[in-house]
């Protein structure tokens, strides 16, 4: 089986640089035997920053390079010279990836807009050269400070697709059909379930040179909050969504009862989903004709737009792209996007699921866990390092 390039899920290993040392040197020259101390500070150590690209829509480029180690500063010399500062390490990851630690499931980070940083680790300071100790008592202090140490963490990587229509629906459902009936994507499509096996994105287009961003989630089942099926691991792309679209084939025995139960699957999973706006578009249409439709209206759920689509044919398609336009763009649409976005929660995480998953499929790695580091902002003072004591013979 080939293996997929979507990948919304990695575990890496990160070390930010440690500080370099201090320089405890003495100065010395021919005419100048008593030149006192000259010793220069040490450079920072490289950070470890998590940044938002646009360009990349998963988080395949990780998968086999999982050991991130920033540069360590360098030491400080003579002649007050200042060791050189460690070159950061960059992690671009796509919009929409948040981080938790991997040893606690403790919410680190989220990354959502293109070009945005954010410090994962930091690296230690570099430790003062000798001539910060000089006073009018001590004028010839023999000893610096070593640069901070290094941090390490292991976390995790999850990635949430950002769209701005998600599809849900039962498999075979015809999700992929209208996907790439709408856009220029071209999604698995067969006459079975679970024909889709990863999420896909397709650009929409609408009148004046506008569009929208849809996102083909994998078929859900009764039961899919617990972990049957495609489980949880692609309903946390529908989170993102600001606005979901149910699809219900036409055939079927009761719509409105696998509507509830589509809907109970996500608000198990997550109960701010219900905030979201919500279309019912009925498949498959042209399996139906006018009489069975009128009668089909009347056993229909209330409270939300509902539009009949053939993405066969082509029938309603347009009209689905107007309802879609329309609820996207209302006023309590984006209030309601806007209060979810200001009153989001990241919770901690339990990976012990997914650690169970990727270990079946060979892509766990033994890391060696890493101790719980304090952050350098905590480090009020250097005073709590040893000091370097000059060495005669290489000074």
């Known amino acids: 089986m080939p293996e997929s390039n979507f990948i919304d899920y990695v575990k890496i290993y990160c070390r930010s640089g440690k500080g370099g040392k201090g320089s405890p040197h003495m100065h010395r020259a021919k005419y100048q035997p008593k030149g006192g101390p000259d010793g220069g500070n040490g450079g920072r150590g490289g950070h470890v920053i998590l940044r938002g690209n646009r360009n990349y829509w998963t988080l395949l480029h990780l998968r086999y390079d999982r050991h991130i180690h920033a540069e360590h500063g360098g030491n400080g010399g003579k002649e007050k010279r200042t060791g050189r500062q460690g070159a950061d390490a960059y992690i671009e990851v796509p919009c ?36 910060n100790f000089a ?11 070593p640069g901070e140490p290094m941090q390490e963490m292991t976390v995790i990587l999850e990635l949430k697709l950002l769209a701005d229509v998600g599809l849900v629906g039962f498999p075979n459902a015809g999700k992929s059909t209208l996907v790439s009936a709408l856009s220029s994507a071209k999604p698995k499509i067969g006459n079975y379930p679970f024909t889709t096996l990863e999420p896909s994105l397709g650009i929409v287009p609408y009148r004046d040179g506008r569009s929208f961003v849809i996102a083909d989630i994998p078929g859900i089942i009764e039961g899919a909050s617990e972990g049957k099926g495609l489980g949880l691991r692609f309903l946390r792309h529908i989170e993102r969504n600001s606005l979901l679209l149910f699809m219900v084939p036409g055939d079927t025995d009761d719509i409105k009862r696998e509507y509830e139960i589509l809907l109970n699957e996500l608000t198990t999973f997550n109960p ?31 409270g939300l737009p509902i539009v009949w689509i053939s993405a066969v044919s082509g029938f309603g398609l347009q009209e689905l792209k107007d309802v879609l336009w329309q609820v996207m763009n209302s006023e309590s649409n984006k209030i309601a996007a806007i209060q979810q976005t200001e009153t989001i929660v990241h919770h901690d995480k339990d990976f012990s699921h997914l650690r ?30 040893d000091y370097i004591e000059e060495d005669d013979e290489n000074a």
Request: aromatic fraction near 6%.
């Open 96 to 131: 929409g990836t948040v981080v938790y630690n991997a040893e606690t499931g403790q919410y680190i980070c989220d990354v959502t807009e293109h070009g945005q940083e954010v410090i994962l680790l930091r690296g230690g300071r570099g430790g003062l050269g000798n001539v």
């Open 135 to 145: 006073t009018a008592t001590n004028q010839a202090p023999r000893y610096a400070q």
């Open 272 to 302: 701010e989903l219900l905030d979201k706006g919500r279309v019912l578009a009925i498949t498959k249409c042209d399996l139906l004709d006018d009489e069975l439709i009128e009668m089909l209206k009347d056993t229909l759920p209330e």
């Open 356 to 385: 169970a998953e990727m270990e079946d499929e060979g892509e766990d790695d033994d890391f060696e866990w890493a101790d719980e580091v304090e952050d350098v902002d905590d480090v009020e003072d250097y005073e709590d390092f």
